[in-house]
Every structure is written in structure tokens, then in C-alpha cells.
């Protein structure tokens, strides 16, 4: 619609494609404002003391590389940054500390071997070259980000920023891998 809309230019379909955008903007604060609050729950839940978050100003090499680059401005970085600021702040009201990490090779890591390689990855799935060991990527990503948040929170404790507790993997490393097709 919105391409449509661009295409007519005339002043009733700029007026509309406004109206689409700001539904759209409300829509997705929503969403966010909904997952963020699910994930500082489940954070709280747990015990959590950091949560790890993907910085998003550097360059990324996840799931968005495929598609072209105006659309992934468009739709995820103002999304994806917005619900960040929610995590962020919820997090801090309950004494949960966020901590940015930065993304390069998270979903190209092994998490058994530590094995990098970009063949690692095939879309969605995940195969180690080297060991064999295959999950989700994009649930890759999200455990070495963990690894990489704990060496945060480590570093937290040994300054007595934080009170040390024992690990926990959030993550169930079990989850069976999501095939394609
Ligand atoms: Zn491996």
C-alpha cells in the first residue's frame, strides 16, 4: 500500500501514507512495549543481574544482510533500537543492569568448539565445519551474546559492582535446530 501510495504522489496519498506510518509507529510500541516487559519479567524471574543487548550501531551481520538497505532502515533499526530503550529502562526500575555488546561473528561462533567461520552459517541453521554441532542461528547469536554479556558481569563482580553468583545458562542448549523448507 505504502508503495502505491508513493508511486500516486498526490496530496490525499502523502496524507494517507502520514496516517499509515503513524499506525504503524503506534503498533510497533506497543509490540515493544509488550516483549520488553515479558523480558525483564522472565530477567527478574531469574535471578538476572546484566541483560545483554546486541549493539545495533556497529555493523551487523545477522539476519537482516539479505535484505536490501533502505527497507532495513526503514523497518527494523528505529524498531529494534526502540525496543532496546524499553528493555534499558524497564531493566533499570528493576535493578537490572543492560549491557551492549557488540555483535560481529555472534552468529558464525560455535558455542562448543568456539570454531569461527561464516560457512558455519546457512540462513536460519547453523552447522559447525569443525564439530558438527548444529542449532538455530539466530539462538547462536543470542548465546555467545550471553557468553560475551557474562564476561561483563564477571568483570562487574570483581570490581564488587556486582554480588558474584553462580552460572546459569538461560538458554536451552538442547533446542533442536530449525530447519528450513
Ligand atoms: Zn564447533
Redesign the pocket.
Known amino acids: 500500500m505504502r508503495k502505491r501510495l508513493q508511486s500516486k504522489g498526490t496530496l490525499s496519498a502523502k496524507r494517507m501514507l502520514k496516517h499509515i506510518a503513524g499506525k504503524e509507529k503506534r503498533l510497533m510500541r506497543d509490540v515493544n512495549h509488550t516483549i520488553s516487559k515479558e523480558i525483564v519479567k522472565f530477567a527478574v524471574e531469574k535471578g538476572v543481574s546484566v541483560i545483554g543487548l546486541e549493539d545495533l550501531t556497529g555493523i551487523r551481520e545477522t539476519t537482516l544482510s539479505n535484505t536490501p538497505k533502505k527497507r532495513r532502515h526503514n523497518h527494523s533499526s528505529w524498531a529494534f533500537r526502540q525496543l532496546q530503550t524499553f528493555i534499558e529502562y524497564k531493566a533499570r526500575e528493576a535493578g537490572i543492569i543492560t549491557h551492549y555488546v557488540d555483535p560481529s561473528y555472534t552468529s558464525q561462533t ?6 569461527i567461520s561464516k560457512n ?1 552459517r546457512n540462513r536460519l541453521s547453523f552447522r ?6 548444529e542449532n538455530n542461528a539466530d539462538l547462536i547469536g543470542a548465546m555467545n551474546i550471553e557468553h560475551k554479556t557474562r564476561d561483563y558481569r564477571y568483570i562487574l563482580e570483581s570490581q564488587g559492582v556486582l554480588v558474584s553468583h553462580p552460572d546459569e545458562c538461560l538458554i536451552d542448549i538442547q533446542a533442536p535446530p530449525v530447519r528450513e523448507g
Open positions: 560455535c558455542i562448543r568448539c568456539n570454531h558455519n559447525c565445519e569443525k564439530c558438527g554441532y
